[in-house]
């Protein structure tokens, strides 16, 4: 039965989606009360901001525009009592909105940031080939940054200038339709330029955070790298680079800067321009006794909020284009499909003890690497409790066999089976579990001892854990350690050597107890008297169990069921080690190179 390759390749001829800030609306969508009672508070301190000119208008006509003494005082300190009521009440308002809309954005982005995590998690080793993971840490944090300041800040702003613009164009139509009417057709003209220019401001916003990722990724690589920059004496190489990528970074900001600036500018100068000369015609008016005062007043304050509005807007404008081309690259990564994924309907398995594997006539080609088969019509089959050992030169296909069996790639032709079952016809989570595996350069988490043991098992109990340990060799270096178990070793386990890295990950293997090991040059790191006592702990976990094992040091496989010898991708001897030797072929070359070399 082939398997289906589900490739994600970058050059996919798939049409390329359009992103815009419409897809943020499946992480808003659980919050519509929250977004409800934001718009409702949003609009009650819009409103009553458009009665605070009419309330000036009455204190200027009633009050002070009436020099007649039987006016009572008491008319005047009810408006201002008024006034101070409709301040209280929007400072109110505003701060309710204020906090919701905050509490809005904080909540969407941790669940953005979570969602993409989640996403990325879940995509096969292919994926990463294209994209740097340091790309990705500098989207799940630059990028939510602004989408969060959009959604808790900016969107908020925005509908409020909306809200704020569009009353006060009504209130300015009521007070004087005639200078309304000039200051509208006057506004019209400036919509063109502000569309024109914030496009552009999407469009550099991408192409900054582009290059801010790319320092990012950069900068990631190398600090994961130090002892292979120093000791080559590269600092200030490596330095120059980051450098100079951190400029390609400021111009690009600077170039998207720069166009916001003009747009602010374009529309501050229009929009002033244009009320400054319709309040000259308003001030004619007044003095030709077609106005009264208190209407200008209030005119000039609408005229301000309108003014206000569009400066706010235009701004706005340019944060949601900044944060559309955040969008674009974030949601790239959550819509980005896994190559690698469940059948519809997964065949439950079955409690398994012991696993017999079965590769026929599997090819296999990277994706990044098309034209070479990393594996060519390749059929292998391990007996149940079986020990097999793949041997051969660099880049025979050893560790493509263990990539295949985990499902990290799918084959192009061929099947592989446990136990009969395509694997392809089991739940991922159910294949793994199956499994347990010591790489040759093993991952050491930012943890203490027990919890890196235990991550192969994580309700195993201290007493397991540690048992594991003692059967790895871990226990002989514990007392070396400030706090024994419960040291911190560091990011990438730095404070352990790198055999005592490749005793806790074989710990972890054997705490895992999964029918299937794979041991990827499992000991390569450790000294002769050391690996002698780490291998009585592997063979006691080998026991019973479908054992594989890659070794370019062929005393470590001596003792295996049966040898399986590989170059260029096939399979070219299979034998125990004493038949190996009296054929003859790559491995009696290799042995007379080891054992007599």
């Known amino acids: 039965m082939a ?30 009360l929250q977004l409800a009672i934001a718009f409702v508070l949003l609009s009650l301190a819009s409103a009553t901001l458009l009665l605070v000119p009419l309330a000036f208008r009455d204190l200027i006509d009633v009050g002070f525009g009436n020099n007649d003494a039987t006016t009572p005082a008491i008319n005047i300190n009810t408006k201002f009592g008024v006034l101070f009521g409709l301040a209280a009440f929007w400072a109110l308002m505003v701060a309710s909105r204020f906090y919701v809309v905050s509490w809005i954005g904080e909540r969407v982005t941790v669940d953005l940031r979570s969602g993409v995590y989640a996403r990325v998690l879940r995509q096969s080793p292919q994926f990463f080939e294209t994209l740097q993971t340091g790309e990705v840490l500098s989207r799940l944090t630059g990028d939510t940054t ?46 063109f330029p502000i569309i024109l220019i914030g496009r552009s401001v999407k469009k550099l916003s991408r192409e900054s955070q582009d290059r801010i990722a790319d320092s990012s990724a950069m900068a990631g690589e190398i600090l994961n790298a130090m002892p292979t920059v120093q000791s080559n004496t590269q600092e200030t190489r490596e330095i120059d680079r980051f450098t100079q990528s951190a400029q390609l970074s400021f111009l690009a900001a600077m170039r998207r800067t720069k166009v916001r600036a003009l747009l602010t500018a374009v529309i501050i100068t229009a929009v002033m321009g244009t009320i400054i000369f319709v309040l000259w015609l308003g001030a004619r008016q007044v003095s030709e006794g077609i106005m009264t005062g208190g209407e200008l007043a209030s005119f000039v304050l609408y005229a301000a909020m309108v003014a206000g509005s569009v400066s ?10 900044r944060a559309a081309g955040a969008t674009e690259r974030l949601l790239e990564l959550l819509h980005a499909e896994t190559a690698i994924t469940d059948t519809p309907t997964p065949v439950p398995l079955a409690s398994v003890s012991q696993a017999d594997i079965q590769f026929t006539d599997v090819t296999f080609y990277y994706p990044s690497r098309p034209a070479n088969p990393a594996l060519n019509n390749v059929s292998l089959h391990i007996n149940a409790g079986e020990t097999l050992a793949l041997v051969g030169p660099s880049g025979a296909g050893k560790t493509t066999i263990f990539q295949l069996l ?9 099947s ?18 199956l499994i347990a595996i010591v790489p040759q350069d093993p991952v050491i988490f930012s943890a203490n001892v027990l919890e890196n043991i235990r991550y192969g098992q994580p309700n195993a109990t201290d007493e397991a854990v540690i048992a594991a340990a003692n059967a ?70 080998m026991q019973n169990r479908t054992t594989l094992i890659i070794a370019h040091r062929l ?35 290799l042995a007379e190179l080891q054992f007599e070399g």
Do not use: H
């Open 312 to 321: 706010t807007i235009a701004q706005v404008w340019g944060d949601i284009m």
């Open 472 to 541: 790895a060799q871990v226990a002989p270096f514990i007392p070396q350690l400030p706090d024994g178990y419960n040291t911190f070793l560091g990011e990438r386990g730095t404070r352990l050597s790198g055999g005592q890295r490749q005793r806790i990950a074989i710990a972890r293997a054997i705490l895992k107890n999964a029918p299937i090991l794979l041991l990827d040059e499992a000991t390569s790191a450790l000294d002769a008297e050391s690996e002698i006592l780490v291998q009585e702990g592997l063979n006691a976990a």
């Open 406 to 414: 985990l499902r990290f790639y799918e084959t192009q032709s061929g």
């Open 3 to 32: 398997q289906a390759n589900n490739s994600d390749q970058p050059n996919s001829a798939k049409p390329k989606r359009v992103i815009s800030l419409k897809d943020l609306w499946p992480f808003l969508r659980p919050y519509r």
């Open 555 to 589: 005393a470590t496989v001596q003792k295996a069921d049966k040898i399986v010898v590989m170059e260029n991708g096939e399979v070219v001897e299979t034998g125990d080690a004493t038949e190996l030797r009296k054929k003859g072929g790559l491995y009696a070359r």
């Open 146 to 191: 602004l989408i969060q300041t959009v959604v808790g800040s900016s969107a908020s702003m925005g509908l409020r200038s909306l809200f704020q613009f569009t009353g006060g164009m009504i209130m300015l139509a009521v007070t004087s339709f005639y200078l309304f009417s000039i200051n509208i057709g006057l506004m019209i003209c400036l919509i």
């Open 416 to 433: 592989i089976a446990i136990n009969g079952q395509a694997i392809n016809e089991i739940s991922l989570d159910d294949l793994r579990r």
